[in-house]
């Protein structure tokens, strides 16, 4: 991305008395699991093991993943997950004996009897599930953690929220703001270049949230246009009480943009694909930015609110958008 291409100044009508508060918390993948702390002395005998010890064994020993139906094992016993199966070509990866088909049911069954936490309990998540449902949980476990949302580069951190935002700042060098209404002016010597997409992101902290507001141009077929769109920094449910306007215009002419923030669950590309933002198409950017049009400036303002504060509070979230007509 070619960053010296853009400038984005902001000036910042801060509505909150609230400051931005930087923790960061590490995310650990690493799962907990229960366990027995009393040995059993009943495990030479043939009886089961503790619950630690059986999930050790449906641990394959290739890719370290849990292992569900089909398991495999060779003649010698030695087991592996289905995906790695594939991978080590037949062979066993312990003894090196040819695998062939055979399926351990002995372990697939005691799999069934397993209660386990899910591997996010230590982000928060507190719930205990069978084992062969705790992999569809923690797709969609409140408690996983997020993918990074800035979208200048393949970030493959994640993480909570506290530590994304202090990712972003230090990492990214984000800029950081507080404050539920926002004003933007973004300059583009050659608005003609789209390809490459050129990005900004600002983080804003509101009503105790996150808040991140992209701008970016790409080309929509083969017109090039400009978007601004705002995610939230946490779930869907929570995005869903906000709302959010963006207004850009001038010499008379004005576009507004009003709906609700998207959740940095959906990753960027599905939000911009999706065209759920304020799309600007070049010509009218260009008649925005006033002069020779050989030169992109655009004032992008908006705000952040609550519903229920703006219906009943005026100016509660923050003041309304000014008219740049």
């Known amino acids: 991305m070619d960053l010296d291409s853009m400038d984005c100044t902001s ?10 508060h930087q923790d960061c918390h590490s995310y ?48 010698n016993g030695h087991t592996l997950c289905s995906t790695c199966k594939n ?29 386990l936490p899910c591997k996010y309990m230590s982000l928060g998540c507190p719930e205990i599930f069978p084992y062969y449902s705790k992999l569809n949980h923690e797709t969609v476990c409140d408690f996983r953690p997020y993918s990074c949302p800035y979208a200048g580069s393949d970030c493959s951190v994640m993480g909570d929220i506290p530590f ?10 984000v800029d950081m703001h507080s404050g539920c209404t926002f004003n933007h002016r973004y300059v583009k010597s050659n608005p003609r270049e789209v390809e490459n997409a050129t990005w900004m992101l600002t983080v804003f902290y509101c009503f105790g949230e996150y808040f991140c507001l992209h701008f970016e141009a790409f080309q929509l077929g083969m017109a090039p246009v400009y978007m601004a769109f705002l995610r939230f920094m946490g779930d ?40 759920d933002g304020l799309i600007i198409q070049r010509n009218m950017a260009l008649f925005f930015s006033g002069g020779d049009r050989k030169e992109l400036k655009l004032r992008v303002t908006g705000r952040i609110w609550k519903e229920q504060q703006h219906s009943g509070e005026a100016g509660g979230g923050g ?7």
Not at 106 to 112: D, F, G, P, R
Not at 164 to 173: E, G, I, M, P
Not at 319 to 325: K, T, V
Request: glycine share 4%.
């Open 319 to 325: 003041a309304f958008i000014p008219n740049l007509s």
């Open 236 to 275: 869907e449910t929570e995005a869903r009480n906000y709302n959010y306007s963006l207004e850009v215009g001038g010499y008379g002419r004005k576009l507004i943009w009003e709906g609700t923030p998207r959740s940095v669950r959906d990753s960027h590309r599905k939000v911009k694909d999706s065209h």
């Open 164 to 173: 994304l935002v202090a990712h972003l700042r230090d990492d990214h060098k």
């Open 11 to 20: 000036t910042i009508d801060v509505s909150d008395d609230e400051e931005i």
């Open 87 to 115: 991978r080590v070509h037949n062979r066993c990866p312990t003894c090196r004996q040819e695998l062939g088909d055979i399926r351990c049911l002995a372990l697939e069954k005691v799999a069934e009897s397993l209660e």
């Open 28 to 75: 650990a993948s690493v799962s907990k699991h229960h366990s027995n702390n009393n040995t059993n002395p009943n495990a030479a005998s043939g009886l089961l093991p503790t619950t630690t010890s059986v999930h050790e064994l449906l641990e394959c020993p290739v890719c370290t993943n849990s292992m569900y139906p089909p398991i495999h094992q060779c003649q």
